[in-house]
């Protein structure tokens, strides 16, 4: 599959994953216009069971294969014909959105962060990967990737003002969904899968709620704070690169669409 799976299935210790897919969730605040920043508490939301290729079976399956070689025109016709009879394909590997998870009696467990993976088993169709350990620097590799894929995102919406307007005194927090794939590459790559305003922050779950209480105090700090509070002191006022990690957060873009008043 394209979406890495993580864990080692089977084992006494299955840890994190086990076998089963995930995709990244990213907490991500775009201020005035335009700053955009992320949380680098980035969260690995994992399917309720582990994976399985994805396939259905059907009677006109044996029935296409026992009249293959038929010569009349009619048979090859019925043979073709599909059955009725579908077996029910079970999503529960393959969704891992945790809000859609709600046979699961346990989804907080579904809910990891992308550093807790640090250690875990790669399983893949393809051969480099399948058995590789995640790293540290695949993870830091990963961060990197996000904050460019962010960057594009915002900058690719600020083409279309009528959807997208972001305005000097305000500030939006988004949860952005990534997947991490490998195709045919030694590398890992990241792409967006969707962005999503007003996220369903709850589903993060009590064990990891810190890091909400974290991505709060860090928008107040970054966000707020500016418009009613001057510096403490000089370094505040030091450019914040792209790509450098302050008060808890990660900043992806900053660019000048308007300034207040305009």
């Known amino acids: 599959p394209a979406e ?13 994953g086990a076998g089963r897919k995930f995709h990244l969730r990213v907490y991500c605040v775009a201020s005035g216009a335009l700053k955009v920043y992320f949380s680098p508490n980035i969260l690995a939301l994992f399917a309720a069971m582990p994976y399985k290729l994805p396939g259905r ?15 009349d025109e009619d048979s090859q016709s019925e043979a073709q014909t599909p059955s009725p009879e579908i077996d029910e394909i079970d999503l529960a590997p393959h969704l891992t959105n945790t809000c859609l998870q709600h046979d ?13 993976l640090v250690g875990c088993t790669v399983r893949s169709e393809n051969p480099t990967w399948n058995g590789r ?23 690719a919406a600020l083409a279309s003002p009528v959807h997208f307007q972001p305005l000097p005194n305000a500030f939006e ?21 969707e962005l999503n305003a007003e996220p369903a ?5 009590p064990r990891l709620g810190w890091i909400l209480d974290e991505l709060f105090e860090s928008m107040a700090k970054t966000c707020v704070s500016p418009y009613f509070y001057a510096p403490a002191d000089d ?27 305009g």
């Not at 080692?8 to 840890?15: C, K």
């Not at 079976?57 to 010569?71: F, I, K, P």
């Not at 922050?201 to 779950?205: F, L, Q, R, V, Y």
Request: hydrophobic fraction near 35%; charged fraction near 25%; include cysteine.
């Open 4 to 16: 890495v799976v993580t864990g080692d299935v089977g084992s006494a210790d299955p840890g994190p």
């Open 57 to 71: 079976h059907t009677q006109s399956d044996s029935v296409d294969q026992n009249y293959s070689t038929a010569d």
């Open 104 to 116: 699961n009696p346990d989804t907080e467990a579904s809910v990891r962060l992308l550093s807790e």
């Open 133 to 155: 350990k995640l790293t540290q620097s695949d993870v830091d590799n990963i961060m990197s990737q996000v904050t460019v894929v962010l960057g594009e995102t915002f900058t």
């Open 173 to 193: 927090l988004f949860g952005v969904d990534l997947l991490v794939s490998h195709a045919q590459s030694e590398d890992l790559t990241v792409s967006i899968l």
């Open 201 to 205: 922050i709850e589903m993060t779950g």
């Open 235 to 261: 370094s505040a006022l030091e450019e914040w690169k792209v790509g450098e990690t302050r008060d808890g957060l990660r900043k992806c873009l900053d660019v000048q669409v308007r300034e207040r008043g």
